[in-house]
Every structure is written in C-alpha cells, then in structure tokens.
C-alpha cells in the first residue's frame, strides 16, 4: 500500500519534523498499522558562508512508500542538490523521487544531499509531504529548540555512536558549530573527541551475533568484494555504485609501501583528495575513502572495510618490511596509524608472491615464507592493542597464492591462526601469457584430457586442490574464503579441429580485453558484463565442461578464434554448493566494476541467503 492510498483511505494527521534533527510521522488515528515516516535535515559541515547537508526520508511503517514528493515555503538557500528532482518556483521548493530511490520499504530510508548558503535559519513553512500539509519542528523532543543541554553524540540518528558521527566531528573541527560542540566550550576539539569515543557503540550492543569477522545481510558466510582505486577513471565506477546491500567485506585496491617501510596511500586524489557531493574543501578528507568508509557505511552499517596492501603491482617491499623485527614494527605501527587516520575496519595484505613469483622487479628471500608469518604476528598484536583502546574491533586478512609452487612457502596453519580469515585467489590457474594451450581459469576440477601435467599444473592448478591442501596443512575451514573472478581469461588464434570449441589447444596471439590501452598492451582479459555481451552478440558459443565443471566461449570468426575462459552462474553455483558442504567461511571476488549487472553477485547472495546466523 502507498503512501498516497493511505491518505485517501483514512484520515491522517501529519506530524513531520523538518530540518536539523527534526522528528515527524504520520499518525492515522482510525488505522493502527498505516505508514509513517520520518524527515530529517541533517547538516554534515560548515564553512565560512555555507554548508553540507542531507534530507533523509525514513519509512518508519509497515507499508511501502511508493512514490514521495515533499514540498515547502523558504528554507535552506540551496546551492546544489542530488538525489531528487529539484525544482523552485519563488520561495516554494518541490523535491520528487527519481524513479530509481521511489521506493522506501519499510525500515529503509532516501537521502537528499545538498550545500546550502550562508547559515541554517529556522524559517520553513507550509511543508508538504506527499500532498499532505505537515507541521515543522526544530528540536526531537518538540521543545523550543534551545541549546541549554549539550547535543547528543549520536550526529546521524541511527542508534549508534560510531565511525559515521566521528566523521561528522571531524568534518567540523575547529569550528563553532553548536549541533557538534558535545562539551560547550565553543569549539569543535579534542573535548568533543573524548566524549564521542567514550560513547562509542562496541560491537556487543548492535544485537548482532557477535562475529567480529563481519556477518552480512541474512547470512553468516563472508562476501568479500575488491574495490579498485582506479575504478573511478575510465570505468567510471564511483564508490556509491557498489551494491553495498550484498555485500559483508570491501577489500579496497591498493595502498602501496613506501621506500620508508610505511604503508602509504596509491593515489591521494583518488583516495583523498576528490571532491564529492556533500565534501567541503577543509574536511579532513575526501575522495573515496571518506565516501567508503564514512558517507555510505552510514547507509550500510554492516559493511566492513580493509585497506588491501600490495597487489600484484605493488608488492616489491614486501620482503623488506618482512626481513626484520624493527622493520616489521614499523610497518604494523603504520598499518594502525592508517586505519584509525581513515576509519577502516583493517588490513588486507596481498603480497604477490613470497619467495618466489610477482614481477622480476620485486625483492624476493628463501625466508620471506617464515618472515611473513612473523610480520602477520606483529600486525595481529598491534591491532589487537589498538581494538582494546578504541572499543572496536579490527580485521587482519591475506590475499592468498592458489598455485602449489608460491602455497608451499606459506606456514598455513600458523596463518590460520592469526588472520581472520584468508581469501584465496582461486583463479589465474591459466592464461594467455601460456599460448601452447588453452584451459580453464577457474575450474573446480582436474579435467584429465588438460594435456598440461608438466610440474604437475593440471592436477594442481584447480579449487579443489587447492582447498584440500590448505584443510591437510592445518588451516580451519571457516577460515577459507575463495576467490571468484568476474572476469574471463581468453586466447586467441584458436582452431576448433576435435568440434570442442577450442579446448585445449594451443593459440597464437593474445587477444584484446575490456580496458586495455596503450600501456598494457592486449590482456585477454574480459569483464564479466563485457562478456555478457559477447553471449549477446550471436557470435560466441557456450561450451560446458562436465569434468571441470566450468563453461567457456568459443567464436571461430573472432580474433582468428577466440577462446574465453569464464566464470558463470552455472560453474559459480556448484561453487558455492562446494563451500556449504565443506563449511568454508565465503567468496571473495575480484572485482566488484567487472559485474555491472549484479548478475554473478545476485547468484552469491541468493545461494547464501538460506544460511542464517
């Protein structure tokens, strides 16, 4: 039932609060279970003639809201806004749903971002919400909104102190902003800092199950999705276009180490320097991080974020910060210092790859094997440290080799131990940088026709392996996350002579994937909604391996032949139905812009949903 049918069918009186922590709802006296909502105007910061805010629209009933116009006379100077459909007509403004956040089911909410001019003034009249007038209030307690009693700690409203309200302090620090300004003094300071931290919502008052490993929405198995940095380039892939809702982990791609031995950020523009809607100049940062892990965390309580180390390009002074106690301190030391800087939940190293592999360039020891376990040991102490003073907890996790030959390095029982959990990047096991023959990327099983056994590739290079070898070395089942690729790995040049789509075969060039450009050079590596369209086009076959139990695409017209190895829902769901019988803790994948539709993602979280905490 809509909102706009409950004002037909019974009679209503409107009560909503608008502007600053104002409160309000629908009352129908003649109907107990009739919609309410509630319509705030949250300011976020201030600066010297303006600041940021938000109107958020809660439906606090039982029905859906199906449709919202909200209406009134004066108000905040708008200087810009997102979200609505945004129209004045003299001193009256009209906001409308854009069709796409229409709806607000029950227990959910809409957000209108928007920077005003000048200062907050109480001067809205004669509001409407969907056609029907409202009362305004300025206070949640109906009062007359004074400021004799300091204001409460909990900025955004959502029952709890946490990262959300630290960020809206910090966005106002130095100022003289009254609505933050916790201990009165007239300043936004380290005051006001002490009483927000000694407020802190732990983890034991949520009403969660108590994992601190992170549950999601509806189930206890962990979906970790990579967020590439770089993502907000030519993808065009900002973070509010995650689907956040489906997901329980952002591991997000890639700080880097500095020649010091200290974590340090990629790319500072990207990470905290650019400018969102609602960002003001002298916040103490912008960027994606601050969108991550304080703007939508906001929406999405329930995400975790891990600042994710290393990568395939970045791991050359993995070894170094390794090699030594001194070393390995500082580098833990800096770890903590980043995540409280910029309110994640932890850290993700991904070092490719100890002892042996990655790029030439990398430092590599014999020891680097043991040294890692050491440096997760002193990272693991001082995060632990650093949970006990800030009433939270905090994640350590790896990216994890999948080939035998960089597994055998790992101390995997010892790891086990200490991380939270471990994703394993259970894909890469063939590619195009191999031309002799073509094979499966991602496959579950051995498919003894592979005519690749040379130091035992075939046999070893599948999940199934790879998830035996980590259970008989020690590691705990619900400690093992796999790695799903939302992409393909493809040859080209590929004849078709045994009518099998080109398996294993061998290829003659590399083909071109979906981002390569005059620095990469032809990857043959395909996102996964670029695939969709090559289905799409008419010029691919589907092929199924029974035995590997994964698909792949083959087009003889198509770069000479055009062979892709992939993943799918089909191959994903057997996956999955693997970890549930084996008990493992979740998926992984890489990465979250390569899946645009949601179309592997919504085949996770509907083959997880049955599984409850």
């Known amino acids: 039932m809509s909102l706009n049918s409950v004002h037909q069918s019974v009679p209503c009186r409107l009560a909503v609060g608008v502007l600053m922590f104002g409160i309000g709802s629908i009352i129908c006296a003649q109907h107990a279970e009739s919609s309410e909502v509630t ?59 854009l069709g796409w956040n229409g709806s607000i089911a029950s227990g959910e909410f809409v957000e209108i971002g928007y920077q005003g001019v000048g200062s907050f003034e109480e001067n809205v009249r004669e509001a409407h919400f969907n056609g029907a007038p409202i009362d305004v209030r300025y206070a949640p307690d109906g009062g007359d909104g004074g400021n004799d009693a300091p204001p409460d700690p909990d900025f955004d409203l959502d029952g709890r102190i946490d990262g959300a309200d630290l960020a809206q302090l910090l966005a106002n620090w130095g100022s003289a902003s009254a609505a933050f300004d916790l201990d009165q003094s007239g300043v936004i300071d380290g005051g006001d800092l002490t009483i927000l931290l000694g407020a802190w919502t732990l983890d034991d008052d949520s009403g969660d199950d108590g994992d601190e490993s992170g549950g999601g929405p509806g189930f206890e198995q962990k979906v970790v999705g990579y967020y590439i940095e770089w993502g907000i380039y030519g993808r065009d892939y900002q973070p509010a276009d995650m689907p956040l809702e489906k997901i329980t982990h952002v591991n997000y791609a890639f700080a880097d180490i500095g020649s010091d031995g200290r974590i340090k950020i990629g790319d500072p523009y990207a990470a905290i320097e650019k400018l969102y809607p609602g960002d003001s100049w002298d916040q103490p940062y912008a960027g994606t ?20 180390v290393g990568g395939w390009t970045w791991s050359g002074r993995f070894s170094d910060v390794a090699l030594t106690e001194a070393s390995r301190t500082l580098f833990a030391e800096s770890c903590v210092e980043f995540i409280r800087t910029y309110n994640f939940d932890g850290v993700d190293l991904d070092w490719e790859y100890p002892v042996e592999g990655g ?55 010892r790891l086990s131990e200490i991380l939270d959990f ?28 592979d005519p690749s056994d040379a130091n035992n590739v075939s046999s070893r290079y599948n999940v199934d392996w790879v998830v035996d070898e980590f259970l008989a070395q020690g590691a705990s089942p619900e400690k093992i996350v796999l790695g799903i690729p939302f992409y393909g790995r493809a040859w080209g040049g590929v004849s078709d002579p045994l009518g099998n789509g080109g398996l294993f075969q061998p290829g003659s060039l590399v083909p071109p994937g979906t981002w390569d450009d005059w620095s990469s050079g032809a990857t043959g590596v395909n996102d996964f909604f670029d695939i969709e369209d090559l289905i799409a086009s008419g010029a691919y076959t589907r092929y199924w391996d029974e035995v590997a139990k994964v698909p792949y695409l083959y087009s003889p017209s198509m770069h000479q032949g055009h062979f892709i190895s992939y993943e799918d ?28 539709n949601d179309t592997l993602l919504d085949v996770i979280v509907e083959n997880l949903e049955s599984v409850t905490p």
Not at 361 to 388: C, F, H, K, M, W
Not at 586 to 596: N, Q
Request: glycine share 6%; proline share 4%; no cysteine.
């Open 39 to 97: 319509v705030r105007f949250l300011e976020d910061s201030s600066w010297d003639g303006g600041y940021s805010g938000r109107i958020r629209i809660e439906n606090d009933g039982a029905s859906l809201i199906d449709g919202w116009e909200l209406t009134y006379l004066d108000g905040p100077d708008i200087s810009s806004l997102w979200n609505a459909e945004w129209e004045t007509d003299g001193a009256r403004t009209t906001l409308t749903n």
């Open 359 to 413: 790029l030439p360039s990398n430092t590599r020891r014999p020891e680097d094997g043991v040294n890692y376990t050491l440096l997760l040991e002193e990272i693991r102490r001082q995060l632990d440290l650093a949970a006990n003073e800030d009433g939270r907890p905090y994640l350590l996790t790896i990216a994890s080799p999948a080939g035998w030959d960089k597994v055998r390095h790992l101390e995997i029982d």
């Open 569 to 596: 829902a089909q191959s994903l769901t057997y996956k999955i139905d693997y970890l549930l019988e084996r008990e493992l803790g979740g998926v992984m994948f890489w990465e979250i812009t390569a899946d645009r």
């Open 289 to 308: 991080y601050n969108q991550l892990n304080n703007v939508l965390r906001e929406q999405h309580p329930h995400i975790k974020t891990l600042i994710s």
């Open 422 to 449: 471990i994703n394993i990047m259970t894909y890469d096991f063939r590619g195009a940088w191999d031309l002799t023959t073509t094979a499966h990327h991602a496959n579950m099983f051995e498919n003894p026709d």
